[in-house]
């Protein structure tokens, strides 16, 4: 599906070669190649790609690898800056997208570096125009705001190219986590399967059952059949460096499990971790709308990577007057996969996430 809306800048991976506007290029139908709209990349080649459109720009890089009669070609999708004030995956994928040789490659990569590029500039988690997320908004809407015209973009013209999705996240600004992925439980089993033994291949310990359906990966696991994983690494808006290059072995350890990239033996030598598999998690939900204050047992339980037990206090709500609203604890044995460290926080919002071990 063409949209008129939009254009392409490209030019061949070349520190010297010149930009190019495409907004009306046209290519023979039988030209191989990655197609999106009017854009091809040849086999053997590496594109850098900036579309502009509704006043949006998405930097992605493209390679078409040259293809190997022996295996099946696959097209595998990475995304990072759905959340734009996640830093490591953003890092992580720059890194990959130049580290990648296309003649070394089987099938395609198509890369988007940062696909909230406004929330980056902006440093917020949303898209500063409308406050959409773009992580629990899909499918979007082709006329509505900003954001639902991203969720759009990809729901119709990402998507149903893709054969895997993997989506980059990690902390925001006021949020601390324990590394971890998420595969979509609900969906389709073959999905499921392909999804989850795409998990073991990682180099991340934890690995949770998702009933999500409306974010990017998750939607298009559920209702499109396209398999994928979301990764976290990372907290507290911070870029460490330990966490960019673990991100870059998680996506080698998926391109080698995928039979589509085996260059870079420096990230993949070792192999993955042992994984904990989790199948139920646990958000708790404020209650109140105040300052937070979370208790030293979690924020030493996701220090150390041990269990909280059931009954555990888990922290307490005042107002701006220092009066007590509630106290909050685990209504099961678990370990800590996300809280919220900063002070401010509304009814509703998410303080803690956990999952229930069997």
């Known amino acids: 599906m063409s949209d008129k809306n939009y254009y392409i800048e490209a030019h061949d991976f070349n520190p010297n ?100 590029l406004p929330g980056f500039w902006a440093r917020s988690r949303f898209v500063p125009e409308d406050g959409f997320n773009l992580n629990s908004g899909y499918p979007g809407r082709p006329d509505g705001t900003l954001g639902e015209r991203i969720a759009d973009f990809f729901v119709k013209n990402i998507f149903p190219q893709a054969d895997f999705i993997l989506d980059l996240h990690s902390g925001s600004p006021t949020e601390r986590l324990t590394t971890c992925l998420f595969y979509p439980e609900d969906a389709r089993k073959d999905i499921r399967d392909i999804s989850f033994n795409a998990a073991m291949a990682t180099d991340i310990p934890w690995v949770l059952a998702s009933h999500a359906k409306d974010g990017e990966y998750s939607y298009a696991a559920n209702y499109m059949n396209v398999p994928g994983l979301l990764l976290e690494r990372g907290y507290a808006g911070q870029c460490r460096e330990e966490w960019i290059r673990a991100f870059e072995r998680d996506i080698a350890l ?28 646990f958000y708790l939900a404020s209650k109140h709308t105040g ?68």
């Not at 078409?64 to 959340?83: P, Q, R, S, W």
């Not at 998926?254 to 998690?281: A, G, S, V, W």
């Open 17 to 116: 070669a010149k930009i190019i506007s495409r907004p009306d290029i046209k290519f023979d139908e039988a030209e191989a190649g990655i197609k999106l709209h009017e854009l091809h990349v040849k086999p053997g080649t590496k594109q850098l790609v900036n579309f502009k459109f509704n006043g949006l720009e998405i930097p992605a890089t493209f390679i078409h690898g040259l293809h190997d009669d022996n295996k099946l070609e696959k097209t595998f999708v990475i995304t990072a800056g759905v959340h734009p004030d996640e830093y490591p995956g953003i890092a992580a994928l720059v890194r990959t997208a130049n580290k990648i040789n296309p003649e070394k490659l089987n099938g395609h990569l198509l890369l988007f570096h940062c696909v909230n």
């Open 254 to 281: 998926l391109l080698k499990h995928f039979n589509m990239y085996d260059d870079l033996p420096e990230l993949t030598n070792i192999p993955p971790c042992r994984k904990n598999i989790c199948e139920q998690t």
């Open 291 to 358: 300052l937070w204050y979370p208790d030293e047992n979690i924020v030493n339980s996701i220090m150390e990577g041990r269990l909280i037990r059931k009954g555990s206090r888990l922290g307490h709500i005042e107002n701006f007057y220092g009066e007590f609203l509630g106290d909050y604890y685990a209504e099961a044995d678990g370990i800590i996969f996300y809280y919220t460290s900063g002070l401010a926080i509304r009814e509703g919002e998410m303080l803690v996430a956990y999952g229930l071990l069997n």
